[in-house]
């Protein structure tokens, strides 16, 4: 057998339980041995199963997991020695999750050779550890920075017993983890963090791009006892977990480290964040003796899943909107002299310019760019307060999913009327291999303003209505949210399945809801990556006779009245989304026609179940590809 079928090539069995005793903070000999065949042995088995991540398209973050595996041998041994310790190893860092699923493999709950499925579509082995889906997984991560608070309720709810926390630098820059430090340290609770410090994060180095960011100096500030140690050296890293282990009270090890210590071509590098690539994946474990067939007849036989439909009412070329967001601003930028740029406009990252469009912005405007870490909640407030005066504007970006951290900032920069262009990418669920917490679905919460005051909520369908709509409001006054997927989009074609609809010719109008099509049977409501959806099953129904419409509603939280009135006298209207069925359109556009005295049919179909991993896998899951629209159309249509 090869790929994915294979049986696993290394052997868990030879894991050695070992115990471990605080009390007895320097290493025998024989305690390192088996310490460094055991983190060996889980390292080249996260090397090989996250590889497979990598074959198969759907990414998987090797580097955080690689690294911290002393800390969990460490962590095991412990729990070997004594039953005072929580048996759980928390960890706050989310994309780690490999190391959660090696775990389940170990005690039994999971084959191993399960973990060749790692973050392929209804395996369950998402990109982040979710409870409840995946057999042996004891804890869901959710984003980063969230678990420390939620682990000291979990510490003050079991006073009798240790309990311990990963964490890394990148998760401790979200204030979450401030808060947590200081009720951490108020009430004495027993919790020991133990943080992966190797100065990597998606964008960069923190030590470069956050001058003054200290782990030691910012938790002993908070009043945590500290040590700090080279993670890799494991006499020092014992040494230190054993002190904190035996302290009183909240305590952190920092083990410093180069990102997957070891591994050569993503050592020290941005790329250890994200997957290994197959071919440094083989050659790492050639390197530790493995014979090369035993990577490579896995890996090289992993392909990415195929997406064999072929849409109709778009092209076959794609683009990405989150990337054209940056491009559609720097065509703004461009307009302006390097001087002028500056001082009207501040661009913020919150260390995903590479994801959320702002790459080619720093490229290309390093005049406008500020890099920040990741704070969401202090990065929205600094592009609100540079907008705070007229001709100022201010641009933040941050995933979709993050936009509900921020409300209560929104609600500061709207009572300050603040001039804020806000980008959230990866929007709905299309994509999303992180799974369940990463999904975009609550875009609505961004409308949070009372009626007094306009929100303008933008979710363009194709990568050139994004540019037009970013040159139509780029200067506009007030709040203003600009949304886009993960996935790339094709370019919706007119009805005569040459012409782009939204080509040289088109002028975006905010608030204007756009006729893709007329329609007597009743109406499609639909925006972002599923209007080619939508369009793809309107058209089908109309090859059999059915007349159905299309309506393209760019500004999501604005009514029509000229569209409404059209949809809401046909006999049907059905609202089709991604965002959360509770939350999104749909909830609201049935009573906007109420509201009206318009009563066609009515339904509405959207996001309603955690997801599935995978990628083009996570619409079909949710019920939201075309033959799904379609027969939703049908049912209403009878």
């Not at 307060?385 to 007229?390: N, R, T």
């Not at 990556?529 to 500004?555: F, H």
């Not at 896998?617 to 027969?631: K, M, R, S, V, W």
Request: aromatic letters at 8%; glycine letters at 10%; a negative charge.
């Amino acid at each position: 057998m090869s790929g994915a079928a294979s049986p696993f090539p290394i052997d868990l069995k030879q894991y050695k339980k070992l115990k471990l005793d605080p009390s007895k903070p320097q290493l025998t000999s024989e305690e390192k041995a088996t310490l460094q065949h055991n983190i060996q042995l889980l390292r080249d088995a996260i090397v090989l199963f996250t590889a497979t991540g990598a074959a198969r398209g759907v990414s998987g973050h090797t580097g955080g997991a690689f690294d911290t595996v002393p800390e969990v041998c460490i962590l095991l041994s412990l729990f070997e020695h004594s039953e005072k310790y929580l048996p759980i190893i928390f960890d706050e860092a989310g994309h780690r999750v490999a190391t959660q699923y090696l775990l389940s493999a170990l005690d039994g709950s999971l084959p191993a050779e399960h973990l060749l499925n790692y973050r392929a579509a209804n395996s369950k082995l998402p990109g982040h550890p979710e409870l409840g889906l995946t057999p042996g997984v004891k804890f869901s991560s959710g984003r980063l920075g969230h678990m420390w608070p939620l682990v000291n309720g979990i510490a003050l709810a079991n006073r009798d017993k240790t309990v311990f926390c990963l964490g890394s630098d990148g998760s401790q820059q979200e204030g979450n983890d401030a808060e947590a430090a200081r009720l951490a340290v108020a009430q004495n609770i027993n919790i020991k963090l133990l943080i992966d410090d190797n100065d990597v994060t998606i964008a960069g180095h923190p030590s470069e791009y956050m001058k003054g960011y200290d782990l030691t100096k910012t938790l002993e500030g908070h009043g945590l006892k500290v040590y700090t140690v080279q993670g890799e050296d494991l006499d020092a890293l014992w040494g230190a977990i054993a002190s904190v282990t035996t302290h009183n009270g909240p305590a952190a090890v920092i083990a410093k480290r180069k990102m997957a210590p070891g591994v050569d071509d993503i050592e020290g590098s941005t790329h250890g964040h994200d997957v290994i690539p197959v071919k440094s994946a083989i050659k790492y474990l050639t390197k530790r003796g493995y014979p090369e067939s035993v990577a490579s007849d896995i890996l090289l036989n992993i392909k990415p899943s195929p997406v064999p439909y072929l849409y109709i009412g778009s092209t076959k070329e794609t683009a990405a909107n989150r990337v054209q967001f940056g491009e559609a601003v720097n065509l703004v930028l461009d307009g302006l002299s390097k001087e002028e740029a500056a001082k009207k406009v501040m661009v913020i990252d919150s260390d995903l310019e590479g994801s959320t469009g702002l790459k080619v912005i720093h490229q290309k405007h390093p005049e406008v760019f500020i890099p920040s870490g990741i704070m969401e909640r202090g990065n929205f407030s600094a592009a609100a307060g540079f907008g705070f005066q007229e001709g100022k504007f201010g641009v933040f970006s941050t995933f979709s999913a993050f936009l509900e951290m921020v409300i209560s900032e929104i609600t500061m920069a709207r009572l300050n009327n603040c001039n804020v262009l806000s980008h959230f990418s990866h929007s709905g669920v299309d994509e999303m291999a992180d799974n369940t917490c990463h999904f975009g679905i609550n875009s609505f919460f961004g409308d949070n303003g009372l009626s007094d005051v306009q929100s303008w909520l933008y979710f363009p369908a194709d990568a050139a209505q994004m540019t037009a709509v970013i040159q139509r409001v780029f200067f506009e006054r007030g709040v203003r949210f600009v949304f886009s997927t993960r996935a790339k989009v094709p370019y919706i074609l007119k009805e005569d399945g040459k012409t782009r609809y939204f080509g040289d010719d088109y002028e975006f109008q905010p608030g204007k809801d756009e006729v893709i099509a007329e329609g007597t049977a009743g109406y499609v409501v639909s925006f972002g990556e599923m209007l080619y959806r939508s369009w793809d099953a309107v058209l089908r129904c109309r090859q059999e006779g059915l007349d159905v419409g299309l309506i393209n509603k760019p500004t999501l939280n604005v009514v029509d009245e000229r569209a409404i009135r059209k949809v809401g006298s046909s006999p049907f209207v059905l609202v089709v989304e991604s965002f959360n069925q509770k939350t999104g359109l749909g909830s609201k556009f049935g009573t906007w026609l109420l509201e009206r005295q318009l009563t066609p049919k009515y339904g509405y179909i959207g996001t309603t179940k955690e997801g599935c991993g995978g990628l083009s896998e996570q619409i079909p899951h949710q019920n939201l590809d075309p033959q799904a629209i379609i027969l939703k159309i049908k049912q209403l249509s009878q």
